[in-house]
């Protein structure tokens, strides 16, 4: 860590866009820092002793915005900030991010189940209720499985063809990494609860459907809860990823939510600890 | 650099040596082999590969499923042996179709209670049912097709008799007779034979070869069907 910064003590300074925010109580003057213990002493700004290992050649290092002395600052205390991008802050900030395909995760859905429901009071046209529902259960099912998986949660399922005509079924869960931001509770929130809850409510319509003996709406539930499950399925197993075992990942699920406190505005994300505090 | 840090410190001498003077005379024998192992990280690259489907806008996905779809039904139009059908299978196609046909096949009662829903679901229930049945048949017999592929091949090659199917009620607009159902005989054997050459076109190569004929026969049936229930339609 010293050999990048050229210098350990002085913190890491002139790194364009990733500039170190000065912690306001660093004193000015106060003492070598520990780690300078090898007998820098304090040097004023930009110089060090000469014949320095490593740091001959970048002796003149441009002061930081603020003008605090850099001698003392702990490096252990520095904290990033993010220079001029104020949108990537906002949005990492959001409670939720993507909020259109929130709106349209839940969309679908909520409206198909509506309209099965209420479809006699707007026609009386079974071919024309069925029609939409059904259209509305395919754009659903689309939606879900290439959209609002992708965007909300970083999970995606596909199928492949090789060239033996075999077909494999692939299961992706994103990674955390720097490059991609990891999803906010809020979004992950909504997204298993729509999952979950919209096939038991047209499990609900299957049996409404069989003990009232109306079988011509039969084929339309059918098709309903089979693309929902289908989903369903497809994400959980996204979500398990090298575990095969669906009872401990159901019973750590569970935990998580029952023990899991939120605060406002504290929400997770495992990749990012190193590089940003928590605001509470 | 130590031997030229070294050098400097006796001024006295004279020119200090050269760097790596001394490399030149080492030279490697040729029994003894380099060699080793160069890794270079892949992360990045994978990395990258990956996001570009995981990362495209939404636009971006709706237009290659449509284009995916558009050419599929090219492909149904003029059947040749090709594995795009097969290889990136979707089932937009067939569900479009069905419930086109099935609402062209609803016969238009004057009582708003009966208003063609049998029929409707009819359609719906004999055209997924039977592309399941005859998916199962053709697994049963060991063919090479997995599932989806196989309801995607048979829920397209309807196309043609969707189309026949319009041609039929365009048809029937002009007055009855036998004239009027000499053409739509005739009509609908032509889109029959055509599903039946594109279908065969895409499921033929995927069975054992002396089992072609047990597979290929629920096909005959089921395009059979549909067409006896565009063929005897009447809209009263």
Not at chain 1, 149 to 159: A, D, P
């Amino acid at each position: 860590m010293e050999e990048r910064t050229g210098g350990g003590c002085w913190g890491a300074r002139g790194r364009g866009g990733e500039g170190r925010r000065r912690d306001a109580r660093a004193p000015a003057w106060a003492g070598p820092h520990p780690k300078c213990a090898g007998g820098l002493g304090l040097q004023p700004w930009g110089r060090g002793p000469a014949g320095r290992a490593g740091g001959g050649g970048d002796a003149q290092r441009p002061p930081p915005a603020f003008g605090v002395p850099q001698a003392l600052v702990d490096d252990t205390e520095d904290v990033s900030l993010d220079f001029g991008n104020e949108d990537e802050l906002a949005f990492r900030k959001a409670k939720i991010r993507h909020p259109l395909a929130t709106f349209f995760h839940l969309f679908f859905r909520v409206s198909a189940i509506v309209t099965y429901v209420c479809c006699d009071w707007f026609s009386r046209s079974f071919v024309g209720c069925f029609v939409t529902v059904l259209l509305l259960l395919s754009f659903d099912f689309w939606s879900v499985k290439n959209v609002t998986g992708r965007l909300m949660v970083g999970l995606r399922w596909w199928n492949q063809i090789d060239e033996d005509g075999k077909s494999h079924w692939i299961f992706e869960a994103r990674k955390a990494s720097p490059n991609h931001i990891a999803a906010t509770e809020a979004e992950a929130r909504i997204f298993w609860l729509g999952l979950i809850i919209c096939p038991l409510i047209w499990i609900v319509f299957l049996f409404s459907t069989l003990f009232s003996l109306k079988l011509k709406w039969l084929a339309l539930v059918i098709a309903g809860i089979s693309l929902q499950a289908a989903n369903l399925y497809g994400y959980i197993l996204c979500k398990m990823g090298g575990e095969s075992d669906l009872s401990k990942v159901t019973a750590s699920f569970l935990s998580q939510t029952v023990f899991q406190t939120a605060g406002p505005g504290d929400f997770q994300k495992p990749g990012l600890e190193g590089l940003e505090i928590h605001k509470h | 650099m130590a031997k030229a840090a070294e050098s400097s410190g006796d001024p006295g001498t004279t020119t200090p040596r050269p760097l790596f003077a001394g490399l030149s005379d080492i030279s490697i024998s040729q029994d003894i082999p380099v060699e080793g192992e160069i890794t270079i990280p892949m992360r990045s690259q994978i990395q990258e590969f990956d996001s570009s489907t995981l990362n495209e806008s939404v636009q971006n996905t709706i237009m290659r499923d449509l284009k995916a779809v558009g050419k599929k039904f090219m492909h149904v139009l003029y059947p040749r042996k090709s594995n795009t059908l097969l290889r990136d299978w979707d089932l937009w196609g067939p569900l479009i179709l069905c419930v086109t046909l099935a609402l062209m096949l609803q016969r238009s009662s004057v009582d708003s209670e009966k208003d063609g829903g049998p029929q409707f679901a009819e359609v719906f229930v004999i055209v997924w049912f039977g592309a399941v049945t005859i998916t199962l048949n053709s697994k049963l017999l060991g063919g090479n097709i997995s599932f989806f592929q196989s309801l995607c091949v048979l829920g397209y090659c309807i196309l043609p008799l969707t189309v026949a199917m319009l041609v039929c009620r365009l048809v029937l607009l002009a007055e009855p007779g036998p004239v009027n159902f000499m053409v739509r005989l005739f009509v609908v054997i032509v889109m029959f034979a055509w599903s039946i050459v594109a279908s065969t076109a895409f499921l033929a190569d995927s069975q054992p070869p002396n089992r072609k004929a047990l597979a290929i026969y629920p096909v005959f049936l089921f395009y059979f069907v549909i067409s006896w229930m565009i063929l005897t339609f009447t809209p009263q």
